[in-house]
């Protein structure tokens, strides 16, 4: 267990559904960040937030929305996904200075169908 | 685009062998230099961090960084089939200020009994 909890474990969506990810850290840090793994590929930084603020969007596309009310939480929103969206979502968190030793949690595996 | 390359694998070792696994990185700003240990299915998991060139020792592991070379492995010792699963290299530039990581693909390692 590393501190950072996220839920649900697993989600199966239709492309019209609106669903939410949820990201809880009891780590104390500042700073929190969505990633998108699919298969074979690299973690891809989707985006991130230090002291409630986002300080960076890499080029998601809309239908992916951040929420960040607070330093311990983040959401993110989806809607109007695509079957190409199937991955697993991992959040992870880290000090503000110790920006590069981020802690995962153990990810959300979202299929679109 | 900042990249980070790894061998995809599957690096295969006898149980009680050495296994090494590298990774080389395009941003001669790169500061920090991770790895992380995922399991089929899991999150990734922090196992060491290093920023001076030069080796880093913590148990059975061992991180060495030439940042000349642009490169940095992690060397594994006495394999136990327990350390089968995918090596994630990770690199933080502090150039660009960017709160985040960039990620290799990963190298599968299996270690037969």
């Known amino acids: ?113 | 685009q900042k990249e980070v390359e790894q061998n995809s694998g599957p690096l295969s070792v006898p149980e009680g062998a050495i296994a090494s696994l590298n990774c080389t990185y395009s941003d001669r700003g790169s500061q920090s230099f991770f790895w992380y240990r995922q399991y089929s299915g899991k999150s990734p998991e922090l196992i060491m961090f290093i920023y001076s060139n030069g080796d880093k020792e913590d148990g059975r592991f061992t991180a060495q960084l030439n940042k000349a070379s642009q490169y940095v492995s992690l060397l594994i010792r006495d394999s136990q089939p327990s350390d089968s699963a995918t090596y994630l290299c990770a690199v933080n530039s502090m150039d660009t200020g960017r709160r985040a990581l960039t990620f290799g693909s990963g190298t599968r390692l299996q270690v037969q009994p």
């Open chain 1, 1 to 113: 267990e590393t501190g950072v909890t996220q839920t649900p474990r697993h989600l199966v969506m239709g492309m019209t559904n609106k669903k939410s990810l949820k990201c809880e850290q009891h780590l104390g840090h500042n700073a929190m960040y969505w990633y998108k793994q699919s298969a074979k590929k690299p973690l891809e930084l989707m985006f991130v937030y230090n002291f409630k603020e986002q300080t960076e969007n890499n080029s998601v596309p809309s239908r992916f929305s951040p929420e960040c009310p607070n330093s311990s939480h983040l959401f993110l929103h989806l809607h109007t996904l695509q079957p190409e969206d199937s991955a697993l979502y991992l959040c992870a968190s880290s000090q503000d200075r110790e920006a590069a030793l981020q802690y995962f949690g153990a990810g959300t595996r979202l299929s679109v169908l």
